[in-house]
């Protein structure tokens, strides 16, 4: 089996394993208590934060623990209606956000708030012509993802945030798929909210984190016994926090030690011999700034999962994990105005850190040889 679906989710790293392990057994204890062995959990949970923090070039006490990337990105759009108190009604989302946004905003049309989605070019990247042409005193928030989940492409959030905080708005960015793959650093994109997926970076699932801009009085998540400074109520799910805290120290070491290049190389290679052995095969987003990981590519003729259906040893996405089973083809290449018969094909082959040479060899090779039918030599 060859796995090429990291986007999807990671496998836990055998180092983030045994740095959890303790805190399910002998150090289970609740980090609120006032005993001391209480008072240890605390503070593996405050080193937590702190290599978070690190990562993510903030300080510790921006960074508060949340269930993942769809309880982050929940909370960052209507934490920030609740912020302007109705002061601002409107809220900008790009064409190629998440579900975890795009349905959060949905809901909130019923309610009076005026939702824009803010058009994305052919390649892959929000239009910032349109974004200006969007903004006025009445937006209270302007949602970009860093990375898209489909293709890969890296928005120029900096840009976003940069127009967006001329008028007053707030300035959110889902950095799932973009933390752990890519250096993500907060201040120098100077977004308000940042949202992280635990599971995308080699953690757990059900463990991630919204980083709120030092000194933004932002409305708590979640009510209750005031955990998280007040701001996420809640007992710390203790093991997820240590085991993200882990993988993000093992992502600083994978930057230093060079990983993402060598990814990107691994990345480029396999797109060689995708376009070498299926000559019709067309890769999204090529032209632009995008994740060393991920290709999407698309087969002309070709739906995405009857070609993976061809190639049972392979384990790749059509899209986003969670709407492989619509027809209306990946809502991505949809919004870049590729038509739905193509957006239907889109194929996500995504690296991780475990992927080698052979398994991206060996990947072209079935899905040419279920396009040909028959084997072809790379
Ligand atoms: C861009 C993006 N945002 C948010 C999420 C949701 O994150 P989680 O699974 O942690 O809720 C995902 C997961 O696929 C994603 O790709």
């Known amino acids: 089996m ?3 679906d990291y986007n999807a989710t990671t496998p836990v790293l055998g180092e983030v394993v045994s740095a959890m392990m303790p805190f399910f057994t002998e150090k289970f204890y609740n980090p609120s ?33 949340t269930s993942g990337g769809t309880e982050s990105n929940n909370w960052a759009i209507q934490g ?14 790009s ?3 998440h579900p975890s946004v795009t349905q959060t905003v949905k809901s909130l049309i019923s309610e009076g708030i005026d939702v824009k989605f803010i058009p994305v070019d052919s390649r892959g990247i929000v239009r910032i012509d349109a974004l200006d042409a969007l903004l006025d005193e009445r937006t209270a928030l302007v949602s970009v993802m860093l990375a ?8 120029p959030v900096a840009d976003v945030a940069q127009r967006a905080h001329k008028v007053g708005a707030l300035v959110h960015t889902d950095a799932s798929q973009a933390v752990g793959k890519i250096v993500v650093n907060m201040p120098l994109l100077d ?10 970076l080699y953690a757990p699932k059900g463990i991630g984190a919204l980083i709120i801009k030092a000194g933004l009085d932002f409305p708590q ?3 209750g016994g005031g955990q998280e400074g007040g701001r996420r109520s809640g007992t710390e799910n203790v093991p997820g926090i240590v085991g993200l805290g882990k993988a993000a120290s093992l992502t600083q070491e994978w930057f230093a030690d060079k990983g993402h290049g060598k990814q990107r190389t691994l990345r480029n290679e396999l797109e060689h011999y995708l376009t070498q052995a299926i000559p019709q095969c067309r890769i999204f987003g090529q032209q632009v700034p995008r994740l060393p990981n991920t290709v999407g590519l698309a087969v002309d003729g070709w739906l995405g999962l009857d070609l993976l259906f061809l190639c049972p040893e392979l384990r790749a996405g059509t899209g986003s994990a969670c709407h492989s089973d619509t027809n209306e083809g990946a809502p991505t290449l949809r919004a870049m105005g590729v038509e739905a018969s193509v957006a239907r094909g889109l194929i996500r082959l995504s690296l991780g850190r475990q992927t080698t040479s052979a398994e991206v ?17 790379l």
């Open 361 to 377: 060899r060996t990947a072209a090779q079935l899905l040419a040889r279920a396009v040909q039918g028959q084997p072809k030599s």
């Open 221 to 223: 998540g979640l009510q």
């Open 148 to 155: 898209n989940n489909e293709i890969g492409t890296i928005q």
């Open 33 to 65: 208590a006032s005993y001391p062995e209480a008072g240890a959990v605390a503070q593996a949970v405050a080193e937590a934060r702190q290599l978070v923090g690190d990562l993510l070039g903030v300080s510790p006490d921006q960074v508060v623990w």
């Open 2 to 4: 060859i796995y090429l």
């Open 191 to 200: 977004v308000d909210l940042l949202s992280v997926a635990g599971h995308k």
């Open 80 to 93: 920030s209606l609740a912020y302007w108190h109705g002061k601002r009604d409107r809220i900008l989302v």
């Open 95 to 97: 064409q190629m956000e």
